[in-house]
């Protein structure tokens, strides 16, 4: 089982935040990502997704951050600030890229993608058998409705209202949440000893979850840094 350690402030804030932004017009046109402004709008790369345009694009992306966010940050804190960061930057500079001419971009579903991809890799590789049933069924329901989005040109959750979806951003919200919890779990995983003369590994040497350093035969000794 995936243990819950903190109480997730981060997603209470941002939560919050984005509910604050998106209802005060003003705000929403400060913070919202609009290339025509060059280099200025470079900060906006991490504001727009606190900026929504309907009550419905609000209340989906905020539910899905709520959810998805407090469970990543209540296991690492460290990962959900990162998946948070990278995936909003990543989505708004493609967005800004590829957007047509007088467009503006805004909305919490890339970062909320990236939690999806990061929580699919937590629970495939967890010890529990009911978490990588879920880790299936998650990544399922979001290719899912990642191929509805691209096969129908609407979002399956908040449609409408005058606002444009673009799914490939969900695809890099995703991939970079995947990525970003693999090479997470790759740096606090490792293999550990190596073999004896009749090639089989000390049964003390073995995959921990934190970088330990081992001699065949020898129990696990934690290593100084």
């Known amino acids: 089982m995936i243990a819950p350690r903190s109480i997730p402030w981060g997603t209470t804030v941002v939560a919050t935040a984005s509910a604050v932004v998106s209802s005060v017009p003003a705000l929403g046109t400060a913070l919202v990502l609009d290339p025509s402004s060059g280099l200025a709008s470079l900060p906006t790369w991490l504001t727009s997704p606190l900026v929504h345009h309907t009550p419905s694009h609000l209340f989906w992306d905020v539910l899905a951050f709520l959810v998805l966010g407090a469970w990543l940050e209540a296991r690492s804190r460290r990962m959900w600030a990162t998946t948070v960061m990278l995936s ?4 708004s500079g493609w967005m800004a890229l590829t957007m047509p001419s007088g467009g503006v971009f805004g909305g919490l579903s890339g970062v909320d993608a990236a939690f999806v991809g990061a929580t699919v890799v937590l629970l495939a590789r967890s010890a529990d058998r009911v978490e990588r049933w879920g880790a299936a069924l998650l990544g399922i329901g979001f290719v899912a409705k990642l191929a509805t989005e691209l096969t129908g040109g609407d979002a399956v959750f908040a449609g409408g209202g005058g606002v444009i979806h673009v799914p490939a951003a969900h695809v890099i919200g995703a991939a970079v949440g995947a990525a970003i919890a693999g090479l997470a779990q790759g740096l606090r995983t490792v ?7 009749s090639g089989n590994t000390s049964s003390a040497c073995k995959l921990v979850p934190e970088i330990r350093m081992c001699d065949a035969n020898q129990p696990l000794r934690p290593m100084r840094q």
């Not at 909003?88 to 989505?91: E, F, H």
Request: charged content about 10%; aromatic content about 0%.
């Open 88 to 91: 909003a930057a990543a989505v």
């Open 191 to 197: 293999p550990m000893g190596r073999s004896n003369a």
